[in-house]
């Protein structure tokens, strides 16, 4: 049965989150050439790249005193000011990626410069690990669901969120070095995808990176099973540094197919929607991609997964006890969290019901 949710959670990710992660950006990342000072075009990625890169590093820097004040906080507050705090994590996380993208292409839309920085960034994040956080919707979901860890934001070194000069290094080096690799990844390859795929008509050439992008998609889930079963058996033979690149190279390879996926879907729905949503209105264009994808997302309750504000590092998914590489869980996610909270194995609470008090009421005989 567990087998089943997850490959019907692989088709709903492909259905669902696919395009709605690509409309939110699509729709905040337009609004922000319409609003951020539009006149100056390097002022405005400028003025987005540092807001951005500000937020974003205070909001993990921070996220300690935000973990103790989730303790304190009653459901309703916690439910408005958890929302609100992914809301502005995700609009700085968008004027990040646009500042450092925007940036990027002032070198040029060329085979050149798309070559050389898809190049550049990917050996980087091999080298670090970070290969992994390349890969998002429709082959990633993460859910808002509960709230003990719903503050928590992991960086590359996992270390421990508290005041001291570790903590804050590996914060820096996470936002601004990892993630500033991975965006410059990502404009690579939808650059070079932009020069190859019919670049003369954009509607077909939209459509055929949905297409591409989803059937790659649907190859990676399948092939995904058979890979984790190899890989935990090269986990069970004697480790030896072979067996540790061996398991590192598998990573690498199925998060590189990943981001080419993910890279694909993105850029055909985002063009899809230039070309055939409200086009004589870019403004309500874009407010209309950007307002459908909040709703959705917050309402289904998986609205983080536009910002992925996390990293990880490349071996933990290959070396767990996982039998999917791609986590896309969204009915498992609220069927896991609803074993937690509700424990149905459990026996049935006892409740020690007060004896009552019994009265003796005494007839009295009177004179007549």
């Excluded at 996992?158 to 804050?168: D, E, G, I, V």
């Excluded at 609205?303 to 006890?321: C, F, H, R, W």
Aim: glycine share 6%; proline share 3%; aromatic share 12%.
């Amino acid at each position: 049965m567990e087998t089943y949710i997850l490959v019907l959670d692989s088709f709903l990710s492909l259905l669902l989150f696919g395009p709605l992660v690509a409309a939110f950006w699509r729709g905040t990342w337009g609004l922000l050439d319409i609003y951020m000072l539009p006149d100056n075009q390097v002022l405005s990625l400028c003025a987005s790249l540092v807001w951005g890169l500000l937020v974003y590093l205070a909001v993990v820097i921070l996220q300690s005193p935000m973990m103790s004040l989730n303790k304190k906080m009653g459901s309703p507050v916690f439910y408005i000011v958890s929302r609100l705090h992914s809301y502005i994590l995700s609009i700085a996380i968008v004027n990040h990626w646009r500042g450092i993208w925007g940036l990027l292409n002032m070198t040029g839309a060329t085979f050149l410069s798309a070559g050389l920085t898809l190049g550049v960034s990917t050996t980087f994040l091999v080298l670090c690990r970070g290969m992994c956080n390349t890969v998002s919707a429709p082959l990633l979901t993460i859910s808002d669901i509960g709230r003990e860890e719903f503050f928590r934001i992991t960086t590359v070194f996992k270390t421990q969120p508290r005041a001291s000069l570790r903590f804050y290094m590996d914060s820096c080096f996470s936002v601004v070095i990892i993630i500033g690799f991975v965006i410059a990844k990502w404009r690579g390859m939808w650059t070079l995808i932009d020069l190859l795929l019919t670049p003369d008509d954009a509607i077909r050439s939209a459509w055929l990176s949905v297409i591409a992008g989803n059937i790659l998609a649907v190859l990676l889930f399948i092939i995904q099973w058979p890979v984790m079963y190899l890989a935990n058996k090269l986990r069970r033979l004697k480790q030896t540094t072979l067996t540790f690149f061996m398991l590192l190279f598998i990573e690498d390879i199925l998060s590189f197919l990943g981001f080419v996926a993910s890279n694909l879907v993105w850029r055909g729905f985002w063009n899809l929607q230039d070309q055939c949503l409200l086009v004589h209105n870019k403004e309500l264009s874009n407010w209309v991609s950007h307002g459908v994808a909040v709703v959705i997302l917050m309402a289904v309750l998986h609205y983080n997964m536009v910002m992925q504000a996390g990293l990880g590092t490349d071996g933990d998914i290959i070396n767990s006890e996982d039998t999917t590489f791609f986590e896309t869980k969204f009915i498992t996610n609220f069927i896991q969290h609803s074993s937690r909270t509700y424990d149905l194995g459990a026996d049935p609470p006892t409740i020690d019901v007060p004896q009552t008090a019994v009265f003796k009421i005494e007839t009295i005989s009177l004179p007549i």
